[in-house]
C-alpha cells in the first residue's frame, strides 16, 4: 500500500508522519500495520473520541489514525444512481 510505504520512509528520513486512514468503506490501513479498529477517524468524526485519543503509535516518529469501529446507524456513502460498483 502506497501510502504506508510512503509513512514508513518519511519517518525513517526522521519526519514526524500522522497517517490517516480516510477510506471509511474498505480500511485497510489498520490491517496492514497490525493496528486495532476500534478507535479512530469514525469515532473522531462522531464525536466520541478527541483526536489526539484516537492515534495509536506504530513506531517512533510514525503515528496512525485508523478508520474506527462503526458506530450505530452510520450510514453508507450515497452514489448518483449513475455510478455503479465494479
Known sequence: MTS???AISLALSGKRVIL???DLRQPMV???L???QDN???NVLAGTKQLAEALQVVRPMTSCRPKGA???G???PCFCSAVSTR
Do not use: C, F, R, W
Request: hydrophobic content about 35%; aromatic content about 4%.
Open 4 to 6: 504506508v510505504n510512503l
Open 70 to 72: 462503526d458506530s450505530p
Open 40 to 42: 479512530g477517524l469514525s
Open 34 to 36: 497490525g493496528l486495532q
Open 74 to 76: 452510520h450510514a453508507t
Open 30 to 32: 489498520h490491517e496492514y
Open 20 to 22: 490517516l486512514e480516510a
